[in-house]
């Protein structure tokens, strides 16, 4: 199904939440007003735009999505919405959209979520332990990306992914692939995933994922001086070896 205007996706000039979308309607040649707000320490940009419901949403946070008379919140139901509306869903079994919704929830709850409390973590927790933080998030991560293999092994994710489109849940697992090799660097063990890797490398929309990056040099969250974070997490993970 065609959408009768292009959407309007507001969100920080991030990755964050929204970046696989911005893959998503990229890749489907999809039009889309890609509205950008900018960040800075005192958030000076956000705050008028937080204060106007009609702009920041029911809950007052980004992302939201504007289409077609709908002004959406929630990252998981803007993900819902956008496979449904651009006409994935029907191009799947029931089976594989309940797939496709598993996929998205674990990478929103159990992947994109901890990396981004990890980067704000000693912003928000002055003397926290940021070493034993990052080793433990990092051993968690992995069991996960081993079980997110494993699953889409199972469910012939892999094997049928020439069959159909680039949907929504893929440009999220290469988003989250993506995110965890800026975030953890040489300690990422992209490696002992394989199928993760070949999917990472050999990813259809790849290349217009590649130019998105590179054409706007986003951080992962809002955090003030987010690269020097990341330095600090990864020399923390090199000192617990
Ligand atoms: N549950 C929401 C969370 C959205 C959220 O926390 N957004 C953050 C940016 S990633 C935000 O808008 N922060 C600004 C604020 O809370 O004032 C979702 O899944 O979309």
């Known amino acids: 199904m065609a959408p009768s205007n ?3 996706l507001r969100y920080f000039a991030a990755r964050g939440r929204a970046q696989f979308l911005r893959y998503f309607f990229r890749i489907r040649g999809l039009g889309f007003t ?33 289409c077609d008379g709908h002004l959406i919140a929630e990252t998981p139901i803007i993900a819902a919405f956008v496979h449904r509306h651009f ?19 674990s990478l929103f709850g159990d992947v994109m979520t901890p990396v981004a409390l990890l980067i704000w973590l000693d912003a928000m927790y002055a003397g926290v332990d940021l070493a034993a933080a990052a080793k433990r998030t990092l051993e968690r991560l992995n069991a996960q990306m081993h079980n997110v293999e494993r699953t889409l092994i199972e469910w012939q994710w892999f094997a049928h ?25 040489p300690h990422v063990p992209l490696g002992s995933w394989p199928e ?34 990341i330095a600090r997490l990864q020399h923390a993970l090199s000192a617990t070896k």
């Open 6 to 8: 292009a959407p309007t």
């Open 34 to 66: 890609d509205e950008e707000v900018a960040l800075s320490a005192d958030f000076a940009a956000w705050a008028p735009i937080r204060r106007d419901r009609t702009l920041s949403g029911p809950f007052q946070k980004l992302p939201v999505l504007e």
């Open 87 to 105: 006409g994935d869903e029907e191009k799947l079994s029931a089976a594989d959209n309940l797939r496709h919704a598993m996929l998205t929830s």
């Open 161 to 185: 992914l020439a069959d159909r489109p680039v949907m929504v849940a893929d440009c999220l697992l290469w988003e989250e692939l993506s995110v965890l090799q800026h975030v953890f660097g």
């Open 196 to 229: 993760l890797a070949h999917f990472y490398t050999e990813f259809s929309g790849r290349a217009v994922c590649d130019r998105e990056l590179l054409a706007r040099q986003r951080p992962v969250t809002g955090r003030p001086d987010e690269p020097a974070a």
